[in-house]
């Protein structure tokens, strides 16, 4: 069910987007004015509202803000009589979801209303999900909310509270030590020992004895008995990381582990059974491993059980303002700065940014703009002169390829009102006929609506 709210001053208006949207799924009042329509605002939270944007003394632009300001979520559909680009841009600009153009049929308002609530539905159902996630196992710290991000969170979800084996890979800094972590945190181990073991930082001897401990006189050094990490971990779970780096001989004992849930100390011939669950990580493709025989085959079928792929940032750019925002709060609270967020021309940098050390990286630059920072935004200034240059004119080019598109879109649904009468679209649109015919030309109009002997000179 979601709720609507329809705001015009003319009564007819409104009599006919209420019955164009008379559906079960749709609950809608009206109001017939911006301040009647605030106090529907204040009182109830509208999924959409769909308002005129010509009302006095208060216009759907001021509707707008104050619909914003009081109830962010809610979404703003334009209907303006006036198709001129400038509001239409503007709306946009300040957050309204979409417009229509007056007069417009029935069907076409169905379907833009249509489309926008289903956006919303899905927004419903990934907040759903983080908040099964997040609020009831107390994991606040993994972000992000874009499809690749929660296909991996639905997959740790589902396989978090069994015994499987995990192995996970992705690049640098992209998150697989959080999850791990998460994973553990999900499960029924959630009370029991997380330790982690990073295979690459050790030497072989000494790897060895801290996964599987060893016995007074083992090796030189070894002066008394000792636990190894796997055992510290019973019951809970350990990780391993990097496990592409881990020496083949290793490789065997951890097999071991994996099919027959025991340890051997070094030094001793006792098999220990050991109740623990093995996620294992690695930021190197295991494939090429396998192939030079550095990883053994076998060790690899047991360990890649459940496989998740951690994608780059690159690819869930939608997270990056998420992440930016998340980490901003995070050192402006450390650091006792009262920063509020980054200027449009700093978060488009970031976002056009390729973070080759992913989320890490990022990380890592909010933390440097927090100390750069002198006022209330991050700046552009504020950020690595190589981030800085990812943006200008690629930038540029995409802006105005957007401009282009709602200027098109504006056009036409002109011409179409005026069943393509040139002089009367140029009036309607506050353009000359010259320049709505050199536009036309331009999106690629002109030989739709006019024969070309009626082209102005
Ligand atoms: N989804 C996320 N939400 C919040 N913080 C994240 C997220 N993903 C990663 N981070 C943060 O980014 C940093 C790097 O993450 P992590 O150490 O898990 O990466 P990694 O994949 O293990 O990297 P490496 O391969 O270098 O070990 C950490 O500070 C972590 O807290
Ligand atoms: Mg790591």
Redesign the pocket.
Known sequence: MFKILIVDDEASMRTFVQHALADDEYDIRTAASVPEALDHVREEIFDLVITDLMMVPLSGMDLLRAVKELSPETEVLMMTAYGTIETAVQAMKLGACDYITKPFPVDELRLRVAHVLERKRLQRENRWLREELFQHFGIENLVGQSPPFLHVLEKVRRVAPTDATILLTGE??TG??VIARAIHLLSRRASRPFIAV?CAALPEQLLESELFGHVKGAFTGAVANRKGLIEEAAGGTFFL??IGSIPLSIQAKLLRVLEQKTIRRVGENREIPVDVRIIA?T?RDLNDALRRGEFREDLYYRLNVVAIHLPPLRARREDIPLLAHHFLRQFSQRDQKAIVGFTEAAMTALMKYAFPGNVRELRHIVEQAVALASGQWITVADLPAHVRTATTASEERELETALNQVERDLILQALRRNEGHLERTARDLGMSRVTLWRKMKKYGLAKRFVPSSDSPQ
């Open positions: 640098t800094g697989k030590d990073n990381d990097e990580a930021n």
